[in-house]
């Protein structure tokens, strides 16, 4: 039997609750959490995050990397913000989801990691 391949990539998402409506509506404070949170785990933006508000006040910003992509999506109406990490297996999202965790003073209600490509 052949050993797999090591991972190319990892799959990082973290959901927060409870978090103030206005923050989950501010696209300024939001660009700027998602563009320290891809600073501290060494990854690459391509070009400043995309930003798009949605039906329901809600923002998708999405930060696309070298190698893959970070975003945030959030519901204000319910204090939601999902983190969504795809990124080279030679960094640690972690490190991002931590940085968001100590700029929101939140811990993540849900968090889930995997190994892709």
Do not use: W
């Not at 039906?55 to 999405?62: K, Y």
């Not at 931590?98 to 889930?112: G, K, S, W």
């Amino acid at each position: 039997m052949r050993n797999p391949a090591p991972p190319l990539m990892t799959h990082d998402a973290a959901d927060f609750r409870g978090i103030a409506a206005s923050l989950l509506r501010d696209q300024a404070a939001l660009s700027g959490l998602l563009i320290a949170a891809a600073g501290a785990a060494g990854l690459t933006p391509v070009e400043p995050p995309i930003v798009r508000l949605l039906p329901r006040g809600g923002l998708v910003i999405l930060l696309l990397l070298d190698v893959g992509h970070v975003a945030l999506h959030t519901m204000p109406d319910d204090g939601v913000l999902a983190l969504d990490l795809l990124v080279s297996a030679a960094k640690d999202a972690r490190k991002a989801i931590d940085v968001v965790t100590r700029r929101l003073d939140a811990r993540p209600a849900r968090a889930t990691h995997g190994d892709r490509g």
